[in-house]
């Protein structure tokens, strides 16, 4: 399997201008999650989908950014207008769950690192 | 949501064992208590979880305390590889939330 797939890898823009992160979750896996990482909060949880359908936006920072999941394979985030504040790396995760043996163990994607001059 | 305490950062000579603590005493009954770690650059990677009885796996064990208020992950044999943020995260095995603190920084050294 190839593990989950973020794009792009690295990404440098300048204030203004719309972001657009992609992930491409497990095969089969049910739940995808956003994280943010910064040196200042850690990481944080942004938003996370269920079968598709967004279970939880309370992390999402502010309007301008936005999550979709169109369909079981693919998910993206968007920055729009994006600040510099909003530098950070990204990270896509995606699970299974085995309800039965209640286990949530995600797995990460690479990230990517923005950076909004 | 169940709060954890790690100590920031420890030390450990290569080829030793290391321990890592967390304090989970707000932990509820349902709450798994998982494990992951990031090396630097990378995403996140699962360790173990657990619920009452320790575990094992291929990667490191884990021991929970009987009242459940506390675990030690224990790497058996560090290599540098192992240099990375260790997370002890409280998770409920339903929606998957998982909240993720400051860890403990483990610094294998040669």
């Known amino acids: 399997d190839a593990g989950v797939i973020q794009s792009p890898r690295h990404e440098v823009t300048e204030m203004g201008q719309e972001v657009t992160l992609r992930c491409k979750p497990i095969?089969?896996?049910?739940?995808l999650f956003w994280y943010r990482q910064t040196m200042m909060r850690g990481l944080e949880l942004l938003i996370y989908?269920?079968?598709?359908?967004?279970?939880?936006d309370s992390g999402m920072p502010e309007d301008r950014f936005s999550a979709k999941m169109p369909n079981a394979s693919f998910s993206t985030l968007k920055i729009q207008p994006s600040e510099p504040r909003d530098s950070a790396v990204y990270f896509c995760?995606?699970?299974?769950?085995?309800?039965?043996?209640?286990?949530?163990?995600?797995?990460f994607g690479p990230g990517t690192r923005l950076t909004v001059l | 949501d169940a709060k954890t305490t790690q100590p920031p950062s420890m030390d450990c000579a290569e080829g030793r064992a290391a321990n890592l603590p967390c304090n989970h005493s707000?932990?509820?009954?349902?709450?798994?208590v998982y494990w992951y770690r990031q090396i630097h650059s990378q995403g996140p990677q699962y360790i173990i979880h657990?619920?009452?009885n320790n575990e094992t796996n291929e990667m490191a064990s884990l021991i929970i305390t009987e009242d459940r208020k506390s675990s030690t992950l224990i790497l058996p044999h560090a290599t540098l590889r192992d240099t990375a943020v260790y997370y002890c995260?409280?998770?409920?095995?339903?929606?998957?939330?998982?909240?993720f603190g400051q860890g403990t920084t483990l610094q294998v050294k040669p």
């Open positions: 995760a995606s699970s299974s769950f085995k309800r039965g043996a209640r286990t949530d163990t995600q797995y």
């Open positions: 095969s089969g896996h049910d739940y």
């Open positions: 989908f269920n079968n598709n359908v967004p279970i939880d």
């Open positions: 707000t932990i509820s009954g349902n709450e798994y």
């Open positions: 657990g619920l009452k």
């Open positions: 995260i409280p998770g409920s095995g339903n929606t998957g939330k998982l909240i």
